[in-house]
């Protein structure tokens, strides 16, 4: 009898995924490694360390929230099939990416691997994520899962590598790959390239885009956050991660509108 661990990219998803007929186990990932630092030899102390300054999030938090999911993947001997269901956006990919290398660097045999990651859905033509889907739309996916091989997380975990090295050179040296059956992981990376400061001012494109809605005299930050979801919904960034930027804006002196919440 077939056994499966689904792995869903955050609480928004298993909202509606708890009320479909799929079976199995679930491990909802929580973390947002696309934001923050990360390490190849150090990364939860890393993350957790990050977690906690940047969104106030405690040891315990962390650990109970996040690293208690991820301990998951070390145990998937009862299971035959394990199931990524993700998203086209860079907040997705990176994660996505992380999970696949920790897959490739297990010890032992691994279940069955399939991933659902759809970049757009009928009849949602401002689609956005798994979590704008309903328990009947989420089961409508099942049948257009792709089955990943070694050679596919082998690619993950060397994407991953470059990913942590942050170098954008070699990042566009790697753009030039075939990325087989992980498409949208390339336009993700595209997009992360433009978060690399850029002349003469250092800003990045996220930091250029928000000062552009902010100075089109937005100043009300939901519809900041609106605009910007509407232009760049490839980033996945929800309105925690772009409120830390506008205040690392503000405090670089590049806000002087006083911005309402």
Not at 4 to 10: A, P, S
Not at 101 to 107: A, D, G, K, R
Request: net charge negative.
């Amino acid at each position: 009898m077939n056994k499966t661990l689904h792995i869903l990219n955050g609480d928004a998803t298993w909202h509606s995924f708890k009320q479909t007929a799929l079976t199995g186990d679930v491990l909802v990932w929580r973390e947002i490694l696309s934001e923050g630092p990360v390490s190849t030899t150090e990364l939860w102390p890393t993350r957790a360390k990050w977690i906690s300054e940047t969104y106030g999030e405690n040891t315990t938090g962390y650990q109970q929230k996040v690293l208690a999911e991820i301990e998951k993947l070390n145990h998937l001997g009862p299971y035959n099939e394990l199931v990524l269901w993700f998203e086209y956006d860079l907040l997705c990919q990176i994660n996505l990416i992380c999970i696949l290398n920790i897959l490739h660097e297990s010890i032992g045999q691994l279940p069955s691997i399939y991933l659902i990651c759809p970049d757009h859905f009928d009849g949602m033509p401002n689609f956005k994520g798994l979590g704008e889907l309903n328990p009947e739309q989420l089961t409508s996916l099942w049948p257009s899962r792709t089955k990943l091989h070694q050679s596919d997380l082998t690619f993950a975990s060397e994407a991953w590598q470059c990913y942590v090295e942050n170098n954008p050179k070699q990042l566009e040296n790697f753009l030039h790959r075939d990325f087989g059956q992980l498409p949208l992981l390339k336009k993700a990376l595209q997009a992360h390239l433009l978060r690399f400061p850029q002349a003469p001012d250092g800003l990045n494109h996220i930091e250029k885009t928000l000062l552009e809605i902010v100075d089109s005299s937005k100043h009300a930050k939901p519809a900041i956050y609106q605009a910007f979801w509407e232009k760049e919904p490839i980033y996945g960034l929800a309105d925690l991660q772009l409120e830390h930027i506008l205040n690392q804006l503000q405090s670089k002196g590049k806000i002087t509108a006083t911005l309402t919440p």
